[in-house]
Structure formats: C-alpha cells, structure tokens
C-alpha cells in the first residue's frame, strides 16, 4: 500500500491514508504514533465494506454482510481472504501501524469480539473521498506546504 500524502491533520490525532488497488487504510494515531482509530475499506473499489476499530468502542463492520465480493471475518483464521490479502499488502506499511491493524483484524477475523453492523452501505467523509490518479502522489507541485 502506498501513502496518499496531504491529509488534512487534526488536532488531538494525526490521519494518514494508505491505498492500493484493493484496500483504503485510514488511520488516526496519537500524538504519541498510537493508533486510536482504523477504516480497513475493502472490495471492488475498496468502497463496499468497512471494517472500523476504534480504542475504546472496539469493532463496527459497515456494508453488506453477504453478496458479492469477499467478506471479512468470513473465512478461519489466516484462510480469511481479506486477511491473507492485508497481510501481503500490509507490507510496506509502518510498523507501528502495520502490527496493530494486523493484531486487530486477526482477532476479528477469529471472532473473539462481538462486532455490531452500523450501516449497510458504507459512506466515506468527504476528506476520504478517491482523488484523481495524478493527484494520489505528492509532486513539488501538489505537495502540501
């Protein structure tokens, strides 16, 4: 997954987004570096489902539960398929992001958590929305000051 630079920072948390053809990692980290909050948006356009951690409230899973298209938490263990595909995409990610989003998956995957479906269909924020191909990677000219 590659770093989409230019998110917008807030001010208790810093958002990073991470992407590939497949998956949308967004993750809000302390000022510390902890991660407090992940969006793992997955399937055809890594628009359809959204598994969401957040320290404190514990896992959401938004969109369908069922119909085309893999879904998390479906498979056992490390034959989930969207967990197998994470752990190779996650990669390139930082540790301190990569161990704690793998940690958290895995245990939902191995269902040791009761997780609530808040919405059928998952609606990304605006700030999350996909950008132009030209524009996902910072340039001299599009990088942020």
């Known amino acids: 997954m590659r770093e989409i630079e230019g998110v917008t920072a807030e001010a208790q948390a810093r958002r990073r ?4 053809d497949y998956f ?3 993750v809000w980290q302390d000022r510390g570096g902890e991660v407090t909050v992940f969006e793992l948006c997955y399937g055809a356009a890594s628009s ?3 598994l969401v951690w957040h320290k404190g409230r514990g896992f959401f899973h938004d969109g369908a539960q069922s119909g085309e298209g893999e879904v998390i938490g479906t498979g056992a263990g490390a034959s989930d398929p969207v967990l197998s595909r994470l752990t190779s995409a996650a990669g390139s990610l930082p540790d301190e992001i990569r161990t704690p989003v793998i940690t958290y998956v895995r ?11 808040r919405r059928k ?3 990304r924020a605006d700030w999350q929305q996909k950008k132009p191909a030209q524009s996902r990677r910072a340039t001299p000219e599009n990088k942020p000051a």
Do not use: G, M, T
């Open 17 to 20: 987004w991470f992407h590939d």
């Open 24 to 26: 949308d990692l967004f």
């Open 48 to 50: 359809e489902r959204a």
């Open 107 to 117: 245990e939902f995957v191995e269902k040791k958590v009761s997780v609530p479906s």
């Open 121 to 123: 269909r998952f609606r």
